[in-house]
């Protein structure tokens, strides 16, 4: 009997679960779809501005299909929520962050109100913690104006650059997660990707470039670095950010101007102290290929072979001592993590230099050392002249 | 000894206890949140206790070994003083499957719903819950065995899918909290997985007596503080640490950076929806454990009249708690650890006491 | 028609009269006098001329029975006697009630003079269907033998496949006005003690006037009337029937339906068809992998979709949902309403084909696909995403091999949206929960629907997701495991 009077109140709850019913439904048919948002902060009004750059779906007729178009909107508030909601007034549809790919941070606000923005961005629940968050040099409104080269849209033509950073690796695009869970340490530092607009002559008007990386320590911009400084900062950080990265090097070997295609293969970083003084030892190997030689090079003999790995080897430690020396005497902030390396595996004696951190880091010894293997040589053997 | 009629084997019993432990193991993860590396300690703590509570209740109940818990609860303790004692019981039931509502509601209040009421949500779970035990305990039983290789083939997925995301060491540096902390993290994680399985000793004339039940019940709560500690390490190596102690639903946000290919992401409403069902299956199972205790102490001839107004005082107890957005968190931190001693702890070491004594002279008699 | 209950009177002359009054406004009543040239009344043959074969009658029986009245005889009714036991099996009849049943039988009585009692013998003369192709469960490999509505070569196809005495067939006459014949089959040694008897009585205790389908029988001996599962399973396919048996299971033929009944069943059987065991077990497994994912795709596609997209955004890819916002963009209805709609359709539009005479069905379906396709697409009332949905459903729902349960599947979709509407993936879980639940407290004549869930032995319960290899198989049937009762 219970059975059944169950079965049957079922029923009255079903009718009254008719559509429309739900204050949590959302019809892709009233929505536009944010890819983007700029937050800019201006520190003397104490205003913040929400820029988002969105897809709206606008109906076809009978015989065309419906298309995409492109809308870019601002608006102002006290905080961020209040100018991200200042934005619906502006909107003739449903805003949904869900798909939104990326966060850029105007320099500003980067500099003076950061802590703000991250708490935003973890307590939203809309905002998802993989997308990329992007310092912007000058103001994040301005980027999401860029024009794109190739016609697509903005937010698409941002993630073509991540997935060709790969090739490249001057850039570089951090995900959320990874700065809300670096942003809380007092000792350790990050970086995350720049972006900046240029003029480009051929489209004349601005375009967005994905390049070099800001550099944020106790939670506040710091500094920026740029071309191999980046590069290097990828090759010792986790594995997702050197792991499909082949970039090109090239060395002279006797008169002969060479350019290789490295791949990282292996990477072990250890910490220890020694007599007292933090010591970190870097080891890593690499895959490389012949990309491009200028002259004749026997390249049959497996002597030449071993001294084109060892010259190779050699360019890659000083540009690898080049940038840790950049990140310890100049910009003088932990952005590998070093701290919380130290702090797992020697806790104790981490305890003692804790609190002097900002001053030890620049007197940490890294020891680099490279091994090289060349496994290609490409589809021909030998360039005669 | 002849199977009594309604029994069920020992490979169920542990898959139903399995199921109720993992549906809600891993949403807050309180004690990882402070303790960090090393957690494994208190879940440790809180899984040998469990075990340790439920061997002492089956030594008492293997005296009478023809009898329901319940009645070696009267034979032990006299039948008046039985049912005093039964009501402790009867209102921890209460206090979990509240928890338990209130947390599943708030959990899909805050990532998934956030503007349904929170009455519909418990209403549709109560209603659930008691169709589940009007249908009946093999009902149930089968149910969780279907379901299972679903929920197991699920979280297998996705924990190898967040062990590709990990990139830090979750384990260093270790024993680095002071033995009180890992206490009281043992004392959590005794309320909030483990301890629940206490009241799984109502159940044991279901499955006879002997060696495989506590087998099975060993086994039922390793595996579950195995996934418990598979969840939380992963969360940590993935998330980090100091993302993990701040984000409130630590493993979920560590599920939604799992990521198929280019495009394919935040698959974590599917797991979320096989999770939810094992959940609900906890509830289900409390709820059936209270009405067995309710009829047996109000000495009710027709349980099956009682099934929906329990379900609906299930209802009305969830709907009244936690009302305040601090309150659970207060509650699963500071009141329930130590309230919930005494239904879990106190009642079980004296009825093995007692039990010991006057048991002894019934079954030697 | 009042059947007298008094016993026959001695004299022929007074019987056929008597049978002539039962049988008065009866156009195919005939009676045919034996005894012209010892005098009239003797002996007299009656039947009903659309159920006899008349032409079989005259030749083997009457004529013989003439010839030899012609020769010399001693006495006259030992003689009729003698010829019509020679030309088949004699009933003898002497309650007047069972006559007219005889009768209705395809049967002709013959009165004698002088004896109370009533000699019938059957003769069918009515034409049946002959043996066909089954419609339903078609296969490429097994036997091609479906069942027909004459009850007796029905049972003929099962022993010819089963020849064994352990094969128990027991026979009821049921309802008062139809007197269907009903029989229940079952292997000794096999089936259930218990679950048998139980059969054996509901069948015998069971009233009604006119028993016309099994489905009344069906009706009688399920557990549950309100769940939209069926419990009791069906087949046309003699060689089904021969499994099952061999299985443990009891099997009801009824005269006039060409479907078997099966019970008990379980779930799982009703989604696998015969086809898998003729099959090798790689492509059987295969095949079964398809299915149990379109029977997911049948209950939960519509819902799934609902869910979704109004609901869960996030988790469609980027890309597709850019193709989602073009295609639905300037459509008036929410989600649900274009979902609801075009799910009506399609039911409506399978509907219709049943009915369909064979010379228009070809266009009507094609029409039907351009409309609901194409039209209802392109004029704005649905969008593209919600036809591909509903059209997978539908077709997925055509995989499963027991129409009952791909019914009660249709049926099943609609609550489940329901849900998803109001609730996103919460909903479609409990939902599903609830089903799950249902099924698992079903129980077909005692046994649980989902029995081999719980039972020991690992190759038992394995036997229901997969096809194992022969040498991993158990051997021939197995014995239901013990039956657990609900006690909630």
């Not at chain 2, 009898?67 to 921890?92: N, P, Q």
């Not at chain 2, 338990?100 to 998934?112: D, E, G, K, P």
């Not at chain 2, 305990?137 to 924990?159: D, K, N, T, Y």
């Not at chain 3, 060409?258 to 086809?275: C, G, K, R």
């Amino acid at each position: 009997m219970t059975k059944t009077f169950l079965s049957a109140l079922w029923v009255p709850l079903l009718a009254f679960a008719m559509a429309g019913c739900s204050p949590d439904t959302t019809e892709i048919g009233d929505i536009a779809l944010v890819t983007a948002i700029g937050i800019d902060y201006d520190k003397e009004n104490h205003q913040f501005t929400f820029s988002s750059y969105s897809i709206m779906p606008m109906a076809g007729g009978a015989d065309q299909p419906g298309r995409l178009s492109q809308w870019v909107a601002r608006s102002n508030g006290g905080s961020i929520l209040e100018s991200a909601r200042n934005l619906k007034s502006q909107a003739g549809k449903t805003l949904i962050w869900v798909h939104n790919k990326f966060i850029i941070v105007g320099e500003e606000a980067a500099r003076h109100s950061f802590s703000e923005i991250m708490d935003f961005l973890t307590r939203n629940r809309q905002i998802r913690m993989s997308s990329y968050l992007i310092v912007s040099e000058g103001k994040a409104a301005d980027q999401l104006r860029a024009k794109v080269g190739t016609g697509d849209m903005l937010s698409n033509d941002l993630l073509g650059k991540i997935r060709n950073e790969n090739a490249w690796g001057k850039n570089v695009a951090i995900p959320l997660h990874d700065i809300a869970d670096r942003y809380g340490s007092p000792d350790r530092g990050f970086i995350t990707g720049k972006i900046k607009t240029v003029f480009d002559g051929d489209m004349q008007g601005q375009k967005a470039e994905l390049k070099g990386a800001a550099v944020f320590n106790r939670g506040r911009l710091a500094g920026w670095i740029e071309g191999d400084d980046v590069l290097v900062y990828r090759l010792l950080s986790d594995k997702q950010l050197w792991n499909s990265l082949e970039f090109d090097k090239t060395v002279r070997y006797e008169r002969a101007a060479m350019t290789f295609l490295v791949r990282e293969s292996k990477h072990s970083v250890r910490t220890s102290f020694r007599r007292g003084v933090p010591v970190v030892d870097i080891y890593l190997k690499f895959s490389a290929s012949i990309g491009e030689i200028d002259r004749t090079l026997p390249l049959q003999d497996p002597s030449v072979i071993k001294q084109m790995e060892r010259l190779v080897s050699k360019e890659l430690e000083k540009m690898m001592d080049t940038s840790l020396h950049h990140y310890q005497r100049e910009v003088k902030v932990d952005i590998l993590g070093w701290a919380d390396l130290f702090a797992a595996h020697h806790p104790r004696q981490w305890e003692k230099i804790k609190a002097d951190w900002s001053t030890v880091y620049p007197a940490v010894k890294a020891n680099v050392t490279v091994d090289v293997k060349i496994e290609k040589l490409g589809l021909i053997r030998v360039l005669k002249d | 000894m002849p199977a009594k009629q309604g029994q069920i084997t020992f490979t169920s019993f542990g898959c139903l206890l399995f199921s109720y432990l993992s549906g809600f193991s891993t949403l807050f993860l309180i004690e990882a949140k402070f303790l960090n590396q090393d957690v494994w300690m208190a879940y440790s703590i809180g899984m040998a206790l469990s075990f340790g509570i439920l061997w002492l209740l089956h030594r008492t109940q293997i005296r009478l070994p023809n009898l329901t818990m319940l009645e070696v609860f009267d034979h032990a303790l006299g039948k008046l003083f039985s049912r005093v004692v039964l009501c402790f019981y009867l209102v921890y039931l209460l206090e979990i499957q509240g928890d338990a509502s209130q947390a599943l509601t708030s959990f899909y209040r805050s990532v998934v719903l956030p503007n349904t009421p929170t009455n519909s949500i418990l209403l549709m779970l109560a209603l659930t819950t008691t169709y589940a035990v009007s249908v009946g305990f093999h009902a149930i039983v089968r149910s969780v065995l279907l379901a299972l290789p679903f929920f197991l083939l699920g979280i297998a997925f996705i924990l190898l899918m967040i062990s590709q995301d990990v990139h830090t060491n979750p384990f260093l540096p270790p024993f680095r909290h002071s033995a009180a902390l890992i206490g009281y993290g043992g004392l959590l994680s005794f309320f909030l997985p483990f301890g629940k399985s206490i009241v799984f000793c109502f159940l044991f004339d279901r499955i006879g007596s002997g060696r495989k039940k506590m087998a099975s019940i060993f086994a039922a709560l390793f595996l579950a503080g195995l996934y418990l500690c598979a969840a939380t390490y992963l969360t940590f190596g993935s998330l980090g640490m100091r993302l993990t102690s701040h984000s409130l639903f630590p493993f979920f946000s560590a599920i939604q950076l799992v990521k198929l290919g280019e495009y394919l992401e935040r698959i974590e409403i599917m797991i979320i929806g096989i999770w939810t069902l094992f959940t609900v299956f906890e509830i289900i199972v409390l709820q059936y454990i209270f009405v067995q205790l309710f009829t047996h102490v109000f000495r009710i001839q027709r349980p099956k009249w009682f099934v929906l107004p329990i379900g609906l005082l299930f209802f009305a107890i969830s709907e009244r708690s936690f009302r305040e957005v601090y309150d659970q968190d207060y509650y699963n931190s500071h009141i329930a650890p130590f309230s919930t001693l005494i239904p879990t702890v106190v009642i079980p070491l004296l009825l093995f006491v007692v039990g010991s004594i006057r048991l002894k002279r019934l079954s030697g008699a | 028609m009042q059947q007298q209950a008094r016993p026959l009177h001695r004299s022929s002359a007074a019987n056929i009269q008597a049978l002539q009054e039962t049988f008065s406004d009866n156009a195919s009543f005939v009676t045919r006098d034996l005894s012209c040239r010892t005098g009239p009344d003797r002996a007299a043959f009656a039947y009903l001329d659309v159920l006899v074969d008349e032409k079989l009658l005259h030749q083997n029986v009457i004529r013989k029975m003439n010839e030899d009245l012609e020769l010399p005889y001693d006495q006259f009714d030992l003689k009729v006697l003698g010829s019509l036991y020679s030309a088949g099996k004699v009933e003898v009849i002497d309650d007047w009630s069972a006559v007219p049943e005889f009768l209705y039988q395809a049967g002709a009585v013959l009165f004698v003079d002088g004896h109370p009692c009533v000699y019938g013998i059957l003769m069918p003369g009515y034409d049946t269907r002959s043996i066909g192709e089954p419609k339903i469960e078609v296969n490429v490999r097994g036997p091609r033998d479906s069942f027909i509505e004459d009850h007796d070569k029905n049972l003929s196809m099962i022993y010819r496949r089963l020849k064994t005495s352990d094969l128990k067939s027991l026979s009821y006459i049921i309802g008062t006005q139809s007197r269907t014949k009903v029989t229940l089959l079952y292997m000794e040694g096999k089936m259930d003690r218990e679950l048998a008897a139980k059969l054996r009585r509901k069948l015998a205790d069971f009233q009604c006037d006119v028993l016309l389908a099994n489905t009344q029988i069906e009706e009688l001996i399920q557990d549950s009337a309100y769940s939209p599962f069926p419990q009791i399973a069906n087949t046309e396919r003699p060689d089904r029937v021969v499994t099952s048996l061999s299985r443990g299971k009891a099997v009801i033929l009824t005269d006039g339906t060409p479907i078997a009944l099966i019970a008990p069943t379980t779930f799982f059987e009703m989604l696998h068809p015969s086809e898998d065991m003729y099959e090798r077990f790689h492509f059987a497994n295969f095949i079964r992998i398809i299915r149990t994912i379109t029977l997911f795709i049948s209950l939960f596609g519509p819902s799934l979709y609902i869910a979704l997209t109004t609901f869960h955004l996030e988790m469609i890819p980027t890309p597709l949902m850019m193709a989602f916002l073009t295609s639905k963009a300037g459509i008036p209805f929410p989600t649900f309403v274009e979902a609801l709609i075009m799910e009506t359709a399609f039911e409506i539009l399978r509907e219709a084909s049943l009915r369909l005479p064979k010379v228009v069905g070809q266009s009507v379906s094609i029409v039907g696909a351009l409309i609901i396709g194409e039209a209802a697409v392109q004029s704005g009332i649905v969008s593209r995403p919600v036809v591909i949905v509903v059209a997978m459903t539908g077709i997925s729902s055509f995989t499963i091999p027991s129409f009952g349960t791909a019914l009660s599947i249709r049926l099943l979709r609609f609550p489940l949206m329901l849900l998803a509407s109001y609730a996103g993936v919460l909903g479609m879980a409990l939902g599903f929960l609830v089903l799950l639940l249902h099924l698992c407290s079903l129980h077909s004549i005692g046994v649980p629907y989902l029995n081999p869930i719980s039972a020991d032995g690992w190759k038992k319960t394995l036997q229901n997701y997969v096809r194992l290899p022969a040498r991993l198989r158990n051997g021939t049937g197995s014995r239901e495991p013990d039956y657990d009762k609900n006690i909630p």
